[in-house]
């Protein structure tokens, strides 16, 4: 590894999910040291200090947010890689599942990036990176309140990256497509044709394969260095070139 975050400190939101856990292990790679937020009671990431959250909930963030101050007094990195879906459509979401997907996928980042942006001051490398999705800019379907947080993610992050950019703070949106995770294997399902709709989903990439938590995290790693010291603002499409194509194969 080439030390790109040697004496760099992360916080990494989600970091005990499939793309969370390789983000906080690649960090760690490179020279960083690193906490990971994450709602299960208790969780082993490779690389990373564990610290259980509910991230919608804002004094247990508050509380994250002391824990980091009190730990390292700043912060360069904030990751906000947490989130969930519901696969249905508006008609038969229910409120309580609209809010719920809201909370985890917008709310959380939110409340987070709010609580951490004392601590990213306080940094010369200041970087958050938020999660979007491929799915902020074209549909999947069944996807409803997953499609609509991930729009409300990509605009937020702007929104943020024009505020927060005077006082050295860069933030960018990572939009990935299809990636090989436990969220994945859910959306999927686990019937005898799951193989026969993994090799469909394959398929419809030009690249024809999906893409890997590593995948992801490499991305993640270059927006956090100082090697992306000019790129902010921007919502960066990693989907195996899926929606360049002008029209979609009906999975």
């Known amino acids: 590894m080439s030390g790109r975050l040697n004496n760099r400190r992360a916080l990494v939101a989600g970091g005990a999910g499939g793309i969370g856990r390789a983000i ?16 299960a009671v208790a969780a082993d ?31 360069d990195t ?64 069944k996807l409803a309140a997953y499609c609509a947080s991930k729009g409300a993610v990509h605009a937020l992050t702007r929104a943020m990256a024009c505020d927060h950019g005077p006082e050295g703070i860069r933030v960018n949106a990572v939009c990935p497509g299809y990636v090989d ?12 044709g799951t193989q026969d709709m993994r090799s469909k989903v394959e398929r419809i990439h030009p690249t024809r394969t999906m893409g890997t938590p590593q995948d992801i995290a490499g991305l993640v790693l270059w927006l956090a260095s100082d090697e992306a010291r000019y790129a902010s603002g921007q919502l960066w499409i990693m989907d195996g070139g899926l929606t360049a194509q002008v029209q979609q194969m009906q999975l």
């Open 78 to 141: 904030l990751v906000n890689a947490a989130g969930i879906e519901v696969e249905k459509s508006i008609e038969d979401t229910s409120l309580a599942e609209w809010n719920q997907v809201m909370a985890a996928n917008v709310t959380g980042m939110f409340l987070v990036s709010k609580g951490c942006l004392p601590l990213l001051r306080r940094s010369r490398h200041a970087s958050i990176v938020n999660f979007g999705s491929y799915d902020g800019f074209i549909a999947d379907p």
């Open 45 to 75: 990431v490779p690389g990373a200090q564990y610290f259980q959250c509910d991230i919608t909930d804002e004094s247990q963030v508050a509380g994250a947010v002391t824990f980091v101050d009190e730990r390292w007094g700043a912060l």
């Open 24 to 39: 906080c292990d690649r960090f760690s790679a490179e020279g960083a040291d690193v906490i990971a937020l994450d709602l």
């Open 181 to 192: 995770t436990p969220m994945l294997e859910s959306f999927l399902g686990s019937s005898t």
